[in-house]
């Protein structure tokens, strides 16, 4: 009977119903985003769903309340999507009378500063000053992905931020050893570390930098690309929407977001401090060879390398990296204990897919002879 890309078209999974809770919404907190969205979290009376004593759960927008019909002191049915994510799913009985609104002020910064989303069914608050804003902007710039800044998690960039430490990303390379020590559970060690986490950073590619900053609609691969057309800020700030348009993958939004950005004087200001404190992007990896051009590669298992350092040998040799196996792609690269990926691979090519499946020593033996 054969497979589909997904599943055995043999046999029939059943699933067990999610298990369900009844319990009470209590309050409703606002949190505000990276990018100023704000999300209305339920806190609810805490009960046991699957194991899982739930006491939050999102209520994802303000046109999910309007459809839920949910008040303030309301029995809910709540449940764990996935077995995971807390969800309500409707109103058991109507008991409280508070209805939820967006808040007229911002719940961090409290400025009438909140505002609809274009296009969208969200709000947001859009005062680039606001505290949450500035927290979750300077986490993400630490992120991994990112500037990958060791040692700086949620609790030091809270302490930092508290005691006036730094009030933008460009601080965090201000900070000195005197700083740091005096900050709590911090000591001669510890300091040290985060501060040489600091300077390591310093020399990220310019893609991790442009990801870091959190440009609306620049995610970590849609950087990559931009980075290989443009070295640094100064040449990404002579280009226009007309020329990153032309960048395959690069979208009208995309461009139009980037261009508002890098010509604001606050993006502008941000850039000229952080080059000032020793932010000095290597080059990205440059294309030596056209051997893997037009072809597209995912890895799945163990290689005797990094996949990190496999993905920097593909793209200098003029390949492309992709995430998922789909039909389009061209080469599978299996090492040790493989995941999906190559099933999913075998059974697209049995429905004439021509991907093909190669091992680590043949993708250099046949592919790029280093």
């Known amino acids: ?71 303030i002191g309301d029995k809910i049915i709540i449940k764990r999507a996935g077995e995971v994510i807390p969800k309500i799913t409707g109103v058991h009985t109507h008991v409280g009378k508070t209805i939820i609104e967006c808040p007229r002020n911002c719940p961090s910064c409290h400025k009438a500063s909140i505002r609809q ?8 608050c859009i005062n680039p000053n606001c505290p949450s804003q500035i927290k ?13 800044i060791d040692g ?27 700083d740091l020590i005096e900050l709590e559970r911090f000591g001669e060690k510890s300091s040290q570390n985060l ?3 600091i300077n390591a950073s310093k020399s990220k590619p310019f893609s991790n930098v442009l990801f870091a900053l959190g440009i609306p609609f620049v995610g970590e691969v849609s950087a990559e690309i931009i980075a290989t057309h443009y070295k640094n800020f100064t040449e990404l700030s002579q280009t226009s929407k007309e020329a990153l348009i032309e960048i395959d993958q690069v979208g009208p939004k995309m461009a139009a977001s980037i261009i508002d950005s890098i010509s604001s004087e606050t993006f502008q200001s941000l850039i000229s401090e952080l080059i000032q404190n020793g ?45 998922s196996v789909s039909k389009s792609l061209h080469i599978l690269i299996v090492g040790d204990t493989p995941g999906s990926k190559l099933e999913k691979a075998k059974a697209l090519n049995s429905r004439g897919a021509e991907i093909q499946i190669i091992s680590e020593d043949e993708l250099f033996n046949n592919f790029i002879d280093a």
């Not at 609810?44 to 994802?60: K, N, Q």
């Not at 350092?309 to 040799?317: F, H, M, Q, R």
């Open 1 to 71: 009977m054969g497979t589909t890309s997904k599943a055995p078209k043999w046999a029939i999974a059943f699933k067990f119903p999610e298990e369900e809770a009844i319990t009470t919404l209590e309050k409703v907190e606002f949190q505000v985003g990276r990018t100023g969205i704000i999300t209305p979290v339920a806190h609810v009376t805490p009960v046991s769903i699957s194991g899982a004593t739930v006491r939050r759960a999102t209520l994802h927008n303000f046109d999910e309340i309007k459809r839920l019909g949910v008040r």
């Open 117 to 124: 989303v274009t296009d969208q069914i969200a709000f947001e």
């Open 136 to 148: 979750e902007r300077i986490k993400h710039f630490c992120s991994k992905n990112a500037m990958g």
């Open 152 to 178: 700086l998690g949620d609790a030091i960039i809270d302490q930092l931020l508290s005691e006036n430490k730094i009030t933008t990303v460009a601080d965090l390379y201000k900070l000195t050893h005197h």
């Open 195 to 197: 501060l040489n986490a």
């Open 279 to 323: 932010i000095n992007p290597t080059e990205q990896e440059t294309i030596t060879s056209k051997r893997l051009h037009g072809k597209s590669f995912v890895i799945t298992g163990t290689l005797s390398q990094s996949r990190s350092e496999i993905e920097k040998i593909i793209k200098v040799n003029g390949g492309k990296v992709i995430k």
